[in-house]
């Protein structure tokens, strides 16, 4: 008989140790819920921010509003709203487009995102924007439907990405 020393056997083999590339599955989909969180977030983000000056606006409307139901100011009320108008449409448009339009030439300008009826600004209450100032007229009826404009105006508002540091 032999000696164990003397038997023919191999030695033992170990598998090789297993290699951290190619990951198992289950990292492939942690990365990728990582990568779908950080897009969603920065597309929330982009959303948020190009919504900021309709937000804005629509914000200082109601505030406006509220002022001249206190207030019944008239002349407070278009002088507001005129200037509300104004600073949306210089941070929504490029400013060459609509910073230097006066008078008719302006509320036309206003008139080009709203869509045909008689409440315009160029053809119904809109005028008082221009106007009412040098008016002695009670325009109480024309107010109220100029109000409604300018709020269906500023919803229109397209979305920018704001590009100036202090919108409205």
């Not at 439907?145 to 919108?167: D, F, G, Q, Y």
């Amino acid at each position: 008989m032999q000696s164990p020393q003397q038997l023919p056997l191999k030695d033992i083999h170990l598998p090789d140790s297993v290699s951290w590339w190619p990951p198992a599955i289950g990292y492939w989909l942690i990365l990728l819920i990582i990568i779908v969180c950080i897009a969603v977030f920065f597309i929330i983000k982009k959303y948020r921010e190009n919504h900021r000056i309709k937000k804005l606006a629509l914000i200082e409307y109601q505030r406006i509003k509220n002022d001249y139901q206190e207030n019944l100011n008239k002349k407070q009320l278009v002088t507001s709203l005129s200037e509300l108008l104004r600073r949306a449409a210089i941070s929504s448009y490029p400013r060459t487009e609509c910073a230097s339009l006066t008078g008719k030439d302006w509320l036309n300008w206003l008139d080009k995102d709203l869509p045909e009826s008689d409440n315009t600004f160029s053809s119904g209450p809109g005028y008082l924007l221009t106007d009412f100032i040098y008016s002695k007229s009670d325009y109480s009826d024309d107010v109220n439907t100029l109000l409604n404009l300018c709020h269906r105006w500023l919803k229109k508002l397209p979305a920018v990405s704001p590009n100036k540091e202090n919108p409205l």
